[in-house]
Structures are given as C-alpha cells and as structure tokens.
C-alpha cells in the first residue's frame, strides 16, 4: 500500500515538476521573442526612416515603446477570441444569414422587365425635372 501511496505522490511531484518548467521556459521564450522583436524593429526603423523620411535614429527602448504604442492605438498580433466563441456566433447568425438572401434574391428576376416597363420613364423624369430647375437661375 504505501509503495501505491509513493508512486502517486512521485507521479503528481513530476507532473507538478514538468508544469513549472513549462511555465518557465515559455516565460524565457516569450522573454527572448519581445527581445528579438524589438531588435528587429530597432534595425529596420534605424535602415529606413532616417532615409525615407529623415527621422532619427532610435534606441532598443524607444523602439520597444513604439511597439507598445502601436498595440494599443491599433490592436494587432492577432484575433484573441476563443474558437468556442466563434463557432456560437457563426451558428448564431448562420440562418438569419441564408434566409434574407433567399427572399431578397428571389426577387431579381423581375428587376429587367421592372427597369424596361417604369425605371426608364421614372428616370427620364428625373432627369428632365432636374434639367428645368437648373436652367432657371
């Protein structure tokens, strides 16, 4: 019984192990991906918009704030909605969706015949009524 008892405490003492190196190691990940990023952004504005535009040049920091300002005034790096959402919502609307075009298109049939009988004459109108006020100072 208590070799049953060690196993199962062994087995949750690794699990709980393997999460914290998890964690960490996509800390450390996520760490070097934003240093890395802002490197890139770094180069890339010190190559092009000194030359382009004549703007100085900036530091690592100052190109990390521009990515941050960037984030906040126009959002990026992605859609963060769960696919469950997505799915609810796509259902949701999916029959509101399919059923107003069948009634509106059902209809554009008739549009020609429509357009030759009274559109035509309607827009005549128009157009002379619109001619005759203009020629009126």
Not at 58 to 87: E, N, P, R, T
Request: hydrophobic share 40%.
């Amino acid at each position: 019984m208590s070799d049953h008892i060690e196993h199962r405490i062994k087995g949750n003492a690794e699990k709980y192990v393997k999460k914290v190196f998890k964690v960490i190691f996509i800390a450390i990940l996520i760490i070097i991906l934003v240093a890395l990023f802002g490197y890139i952004t770094m180069r890339l504005w010190n190559w092009l918009m000194p030359e382009i535009f004549g703007l100085g040049q900036i530091g690592y920091w100052q190109a990390l704030g521009i990515i941050v300002l960037a984030k906040i005034l126009f959002g990026g790096f992605g859609d963060h909605k769960s696919k469950k959402s997505d799915k609810k919502s796509n259902n949701r609307c999916k029959p509101k969706y399919n059923k107003g075009f069948k009634k509106d298109f059902s209809n554009w049939k008739y549009y020609d015949k429509f357009w030759q009988e009274e559109g035509e004459k309607a827009f005549e109108e128009y157009v002379s009524s619109k001619q005759e006020k203009n020629d009126i100072p």
